[in-house]
């Protein structure tokens, strides 16, 4: 099946740091990416949706430089949470949808815990 | 609209069915999903079923859908412990790849 990793899984930073999360499709070319954040017991937020070569489509309300997407490869997508604040703590989600079948499949990776000190 | 509404909490013995209930608004939605997510994971892809069905059955799990009152329920038969987990429910719109997931409905399993 459509395997996406993510690393690291959890990480601490101290509050004016930046963090890069890396989303991996790990058996198959993603042309489409999308990055979601999920604060505790709630849903789901998409954040932006990545395409491989051209620029992230954010969500209103969602920050651009503030959360550099980058979708370098139709493998790879990186999430850059610039200059870091308690705030942006919460659980990170990426996920994609598989290239050359059918797009209405949508796997996830497992998740990346951002704690900021 | 983007609202897809779950209920919050679901207890049922193991052993018995559980239900699992989801409502959407938009018409236009073309897929509509079922995931499931344990702690500290990321989402698992359980089932989905498209506009024009009315049923699909896959093993321990059944997906009912009422386009006419844009209902979507996930049946799971049998429920055993380890299928505690939240359950999302997500919607597909027409034309566009975005997803939209309701708040997830927590499903405990008491032995």
């Known amino acids: 099946g459509a395997v996406v990793s993510q690393h690291p899984s959890w990480v601490i930073c101290k509050s004016g740091t930046s963090v890069k999360i890396e989303c991996r499709s790990l058996?198959?070319?993603?042309?489409?990416m999308f990055w979601y954040r999920q604060f505790p017991k709630q849903s789901l937020m998409l954040m932006a949706t990545s395409n491989e070569g051209s620029k992230a489509t954010y969500e209103q309300g969602v920050e651009k430089d503030k959360f550099l997407i980058n979708h370098a490869s139709l493998t790879l997508s990186t999430l850059t949470v610039t200059s870091a604040h308690p705030e942006d703590s919460s659980f990170y989600i990426c996920?994609?949808?598989?290239?050359?079948?059918?797009?209405?499949?949508?796997?996830f990776g497992p998740g990346t815990r951002l704690t900021v000190t | 609209g983007e609202d897809v509404e779950q209920s919050l909490f679901l207890s049922v013995r193991e052993g018995d069915s559980s239900v699992i209930n989801c409502t959407y608004t938009?018409?236009?939605?073309?897929?509509l999903y079922w995931y499931k997510q344990e702690p500290g994971a990321g989402l698992q892809l359980l089932t989905y079923i498209f506009s024009n069905m009315d049923m699909k059955q896959d093993q321990r799990l059944t997906v009912l859908l009422n386009k006419k009152d844009k209902h979507l329920s996930l049946r799971i038969a049998d429920t055993q412990t380890g299928d505690s987990a939240i359950y999302f429910c997500?919607?597909?719109?027409?034309?566009?790849?975005?997803?939209?997931f309701g708040s997830g409905t927590k499903l405990n399993v008491k032995p």
């Open positions: 997500a919607e597909r719109r027409y034309n566009f790849n975005k997803f939209y």
């Open positions: 996920s994609a949808i598989v290239g050359g079948r059918s797009s209405y499949e949508q796997y």
């Open positions: 938009d018409s236009s939605s073309t897929y």
């Open positions: 058996d198959f070319q993603a042309t489409t």
